[in-house]
């Protein structure tokens, strides 16, 4: 099923998150259970807005930006800020997937609800 990137959440953006690290070729294949907790844990997610200098920004009150510049690519993402208590990393996932997929990515069918 397709997702809008911006509507992703939870379980759904976690697997898209690990969908955009995912080596294909490899023995091990991409398994739901399996996903780290990218958007809700910082020590998961941290790690991949430093190495792809993905920029957070705050206006107060209102959302968390993020920012990921390449060449002359552009991705921004905004999240209320009071979505959940990590919004600024689900900006900085959903970025991070926009970036590698564009505005819509599959996802499994057991995510749906996710």
């Known amino acids: 099923m397709k997702m809008k990137t911006n ?8 697997w898209a998150v690990a969908k955009c690290l995912f080596v294909p070729g490899t023995a091990n294949s991409l398994v ?16 991949i807005i430093e190495r792809e200098c993905i920029e957070l920004a705050y206006r107060v009150g209102v959302n968390w930006t993020a920012t990921r510049v390449e060449g002359s690519s552009v991705c921004e993402v905004t999240v209320p800020y009071n ?4 919004a600024q990393l689900i900006a900085a996932m959903r970025c991070y997937v926009m970036s590698q997929y564009g505005d819509e990515i599959e996802i499994p069918d057991e995510l749906k609800g996710e």
């Open 7 to 14: 509507d992703l959440t939870d379980a759904a953006l976690d």
């Open 32 to 47: 739901v259970s399996e996903v780290k907790p990218y958007s809700s844990e910082w020590a998961h997610g941290g790690p």
């Open 83 to 86: 979505q959940r208590s990590s």
